[in-house]
């Protein structure tokens, strides 16, 4: 896909790829060799460049410290996207991004200056999980595990199929759509319009293509892309990851003090117990080490009523700090093509223990609060 602009008489054109296409590479190529443009700008940021270049990512991950910085979906998120567009590439023997590494190479080959324009691939993951709510977050990981397989590479660089993928996505993950592609339009569009040039080759992802397009026409250089004034609104997250603690210690409290000790006793067990036995299932399903599963069941109930931690933050961190991944195990993970293959590698389970016990600790709290909760108003 190739559209063309002209933006105050600067000749723009920009190439739209399929990030697993062998043909993508070919039509970048052709198309920087036939325009001769004085500047190249690709759809990479300096870390995504230097891991795609260096082929490390992964490898180079200090995956316990992740995990306690609290960037536990992000890297969950980050691998099931990677997963599924390396399954895209597989029969195109191609891996993802060298459309883009490719229009680097064809730059340097020709003396042409080149410009990486996207924002910080961690600061778009950062911004997009901020903002999705908690079911936002499980519907989309449930739906990385039943994407569409049988769709041809070629076909996603379709306007018809782009224009129902991005509607799609709008009505789906609005949140996604906007931090993904809307954004990171308007941050591309800023830098490029910043540089010097008479003539330049933009290479970006197909589904970028329109929005980036409009973002040049309107020539919008934002520099507040991150500080946006959104209005008003209620952080519902917040109000429910510290509103619902609070709402559980009261409901304990009034039952020991007005119901009767005994009853007070029943439910913090129930409490204890919901929240340890979910939590500790998650575990099991990931499969990680029994000791993992001990500590998901003592720490639920405490870092459930604990905003600043979760349990599955703890079980994950746990797993990789006594039972941290082999080297190979690491450079493996970025070359599996199959979900089920997580559970044969040591840093996917550590992945799959933080995203199971932050399900189940999520699920308990909400079954023990509602069994609570009835309790209490039929007394």
Known sequence: ??????VDDREITVVGTAHVSSESKKEV???????????????????RYKSLKEESGWKDLNLVEAIREGQGFMLFLNLFLSIYQRKLGMEQDVKPGEELLEAVKVAEENKIEFSLVDRDVNET???????????EKLKLMGSAFFMDEEMEVEELKEDNILDSVVKELED???TVKKTF???RNEFMAEKILQEDFDNAVVVVGAAHVEGLLKQLQEEKTDTSINEVNQGFSVPW????????????????GYSFYKIGFGTGVELTASWVLVNG?????????????????????????????????????VASYFEGKFYPPKVEELEDIAKITSYTELWGN?????????FFVTLGSAAATFIAAAHIFSVITVM
């Open 172 to 174: 789906e993950f609005p």
């Open 237 to 252: 997250m917040k109000v429910l990851k510290y509103g619902m603690p609070t709402f559980i210690l009261a409901m304990l």
């Open 346 to 354: 040591q840093a996917g389970r550590i992945i799959l223990t933080f």
């Open 181 to 183: 592609l809307d954004e």
């Open 1 to 6: 896909m190739r559209k063309e602009v002209t």
């Open 125 to 135: 993951f950062s911004r997009t999980l901020s903002q999705l709510t908690f079911w």
């Open 29 to 47: 190529r052709e198309t920087i060799e036939e325009k001769k443009p004085d500047r190249v700008f690709v759809e990479l940021d300096e870390r």
């Open 277 to 313: 036995f979910l939590s500790m299932s998650g575990a099991i399903i990931a499969r990680s080490h029994v000791s993992t599963w001990i500590v998901s069941f003592i720490a639920a109930p405490l870092t459930s009523l604990d905003p600043a931690l979760g349990a599955g933050m």
